[in-house]
């Protein structure tokens, strides 16, 4: 069973790179005049993961093997509440780079058991909430916009962490009403 599910995977994945570089051979074809933008981007942005994805797998397996299931479950699981958001706020919030690199930590966790509610507040705030990044903010908008805008994304972010959980929750129930 297993087996066939990363078959599966895989298969939805080369489907999707084909699409992507059929989009992209169509839009070059029609828009000649912006082909080399687009290789250039293209290009720039295979390099860019060629050099950081690596780095993130070795992350990955030394994050499954070091950080147990009971851990994540005890500190950002279900039950965890106000800590499990604290705490994925911060976890969010610390790194630097690409969000590309937060979709594979974020799979690693609900794997552990983490909840929806706190890998949403873990991808939002990597998104939108940096340290370096308000420390910038302060120096052009100001510290009293910077406080603003960072409590009004704590807030919205909470909440949509919180009505997402509920969503994927009452889809899961209502799925198994069917299969039962």
Same mark, same amino acid.
């Given at each position: 069973?297993? *087996?066939?599910?990363?078959?599966? /995977? ?13 989009? +992209?051979?169509i839009v070059i074809k029609f828009s000649p005049n912006n082909s080399q933008k687009i290789i250039n981007t293209s290009l720039e942005y295979f390099i860019q993961m060629a050099t950081i994805f690596p780095a993130v ?31 994925? @706020? ?9 969000? @590309?690199?937060? /979709? ?12 929806? +509610? ?21 120096? @052009? ?14 807030? /919205?972010? +909470? ?6 959980? *509920? ?5 899961? +129930?209502?799925?198994?009403?069917? *299969?039962?």
């Amino acid at each position: 069973m297993k *087996k066939q599910q990363n078959q599966k /995977f895989n298969y939805k994945s080369i489907i999707f790179l084909g699409i992507l570089s059929i989009v +992209t051979l169509i839009v070059i074809k029609f828009s000649p005049n912006n082909s080399q933008k687009i290789i250039n981007t293209s290009l720039e942005y295979f390099i860019q993961m060629a050099t950081i994805f690596p780095a993130v797998l070795i992350l990955m397996g030394l994050f499954s093997v070091w950080v147990s299931k009971d851990f994540v479950m005890q500190h950002l699981g279900h039950q965890s509440g106000i800590k499990g958001i604290i705490i994925a @706020f911060i976890l969010g919030a610390l790194p630097t780079g690409p969000m @590309f690199i937060a /979709f594979p930590m974020a799979q690693g966790l609900i794997k552990k058991g983490a909840s929806i +509610t706190n890998i949403v507040i873990f991808l939002s705030a990597w998104a939108c909430i940096k340290l370096p990044q308000e420390l910038v903010e302060i120096q @052009f908008l100001g510290i009293k916009f910077m406080l603003l805008r960072l409590s009004m994304s704590i807030i /919205f972010i +909470t909440i949509m962490g919180i009505i997402i959980n *509920k969503l994927v929750d009452s889809k899961k +129930t209502t799925n198994n009403q069917f *299969k039962n």
